[in-house]
């Protein structure tokens, strides 16, 4: 599975925007991008998937770049309880398998 | 939908004696089941991946005679960890795919083993 690579930790203010970017410049045509949240001492949860349209759900959007090297999770309007580490994952079509690497630990500032 | 639950929450046990961990999937069938070890501070390791009613397929790394997993029906998998020690000590989590949906993974809230 392609690696990808997150920054080790932002900051966002509340009720703004967070934009956590990925990249993945090795991610070849089958493999899709997937981003999951884990808040401290907790089971990571599901956020959104995405192959190369861009993607919008309930708790967030993914958008991926044309070439499908990057790609930006916004949380439209960021609350306390979105802090967390955000981990972007690619994942092989057929390939079950999560590789989590280190991601981002996002803290919202009241 | 697609509650997973892990129990026990958290457990104590002696270094040398055998600690089980049971992982359900509440309200759906789960065609996989997979198994993660979390220390504190690192990120999510996986160890392995069990299908109903097949052996387990371990990750490099992992010894599986130290590490038994029996996933028994569709809704259950079980951890062991055997003659634990104290560097068995870990946040360890599993998940489950969907039948018929196996892309997402639905992840319980981790059991803390503390072996002392």
Request: one cysteine or more.
């Amino acid at each position: 599975d392609a690696k990808t690579t997150q920054p080790p930790s932002m900051d966002c203010a509340e009720g703004r925007a967070a934009n956590l970017p990925c990249n993945h410049s090795t991610i070849s045509g089958n493999e899709y991008v997937y981003w999951y949240r884990q808040i401290h001492s907790q089971g990571p949860q599901y956020i959104i998937h995405g192959l190369k349209n861009n993607e919008t759900n309930e708790m967030a959007s993914l958008i991926i770049t044309e070439d499908r090297k990057s790609s930006t999770l916004i949380l439209p309007h960021a609350t306390l309880r979105d802090t967390a580490v955000y981990y972007c994952i690619v994942v092989n079509f057929g390939n079950e398998k999560l590789t989590f690497g280190t991601g981002t630990r996002l803290t919202i500032i009241p | 939908g697609a509650v997973v639950s892990q129990h026990p929450s958290w457990v104590i046990c002696k270094s040398g004696t055998s600690v089980k961990i049971e992982c359900r999937s509440l309200d759906f069938q789960a065609t996989t089941m997979f198994w993660y070890r979390q220390f504190p501070k690192q990120s999510l390791m996986l160890m392995a991946t069990s299908n109903e009613g097949s052996k387990a397929t371990y990750e490099q790394g992992v010894e599986k005679d130290k590490f038994l997993i029996n996933h028994a029906s569709l809704t259950l998998s079980t951890l062991t960890v055997t003659s634990a020690h104290p560097e068995d000590s870990s946040f360890y989590i599993c998940s489950a795919t969907r039948l018929a949906e196996t892309r997402e993974q639905y992840f319980g809230p981790g059991t803390r083993l503390t072996v002392t």
